[in-house]
């Protein structure tokens, strides 16, 4: 119940096209949703967050949808760049009375984006 | 402003050593979060300290052990190291509260041969 499944493992896009990473979860007590990016060597960096109160967030050419009654949310990355090419996790957290900063993380989605 | 720093950045051990791993968070968190990454993996929580107290764990033996000094630096400590201890190992600074934004250091690269 504490996992978030991740889909798909990797992906490859052409520039400019769109990259969509899909993950869900089983524990309705999440609700802080964010979207963390990795590129190698590094540790991963906040890319955008979503909470279950709105269907949508979007921060420039990322944007996260959010379904809550399938428990599915996902990310989409508009006009994808060469630059982008990472490797992205979906993670969530429960706020709620007494909740720490634990976040599961899925399993990770490795994005190539091609010139 | 400086990010969260890790020290140190790469370490190779024997089996059976004792590792220490440091954190410093940004200026002005309180809390920190220790996570290990394993290769092809998503992170897995290890621990969390807020004010000197551990405030959750994860689901890692007792070779695992963590404080958090008065300045809010932290370190983490395994025990009796095993080759699957090699990973990455992750430390977040946040403001205290679930649902704060978690930032990340470069982490600490430990390989147990």
């Known amino acids: 119940q504490q996992q978030v499944k991740q889909s798909p493992q990797s992906l490859i896009v052409q520039k400019g096209g769109i990259s969509i990473i899909n993950c869900a979860y089983e524990?309705?007590?999440?609700?802080?949703f964010p979207w963390y990016q990795q590129f190698p060597g590094k540790g991963p960096a906040l890319l955008i967050a979503?909470?279950?109160?709105?269907s949508e967030k979007k921060e420039g050419r990322f944007t996260i949808s959010f379904n809550k009654s399938a428990k599915q949310f996902s990310l989409h990355i508009m006009d994808s760049q060469p630059g982008d090419s990472a490797t992205y996790f979906c993670?969530?957290?429960?706020?709620?009375?007494?909740?720490?900063?634990?976040?599961?993380f899925g399993t990770g989605t490795l994005l190539a984006v091609q010139p | 402003d400086a990010g969260v720093t890790q020290s140190p950045t790469h370490l190779i051990k024997t089996r059976g050593q004792q590792v220490t791993l440091r954190c410093s968070p940004i200026?002005?968190?309180?809390?920190v979060s220790w996570y290990q990454q394993v290769l092809g993996q998503g992170p897995q929580f290890i621990f969390q300290?807020?004010?000197?107290?551990?405030?959750g764990r994860g689901n890692f033996p007792d070779r695992f052990s963590a404080r958090q000094f008065p300045n809010y630096s932290s370190e983490l400590n395994v025990n009796a190291l095993l080759l699957g201890d090699s990973a990455l190992y992750l430390c977040?600074?946040?403001?205290?509260?679930?649902?704060?934004?978690?930032?990340f250091g470069q982490g600490t690269r430990l390989t147990v041969v």
């Open positions: 300290y807020y004010e000197k107290e551990e405030r």
């Open positions: 977040a600074s946040s403001f205290p509260g679930a649902g704060t934004e978690a930032f």
């Open positions: 993670a969530a957290e429960g706020t709620g009375r007494g909740a720490t900063n634990k976040l599961i």
């Open positions: 979503i909470r279950p109160d709105v």
């Open positions: 200026s002005g968190h309180k809390s």
């Open positions: 524990n309705t007590a999440f609700d802080y």
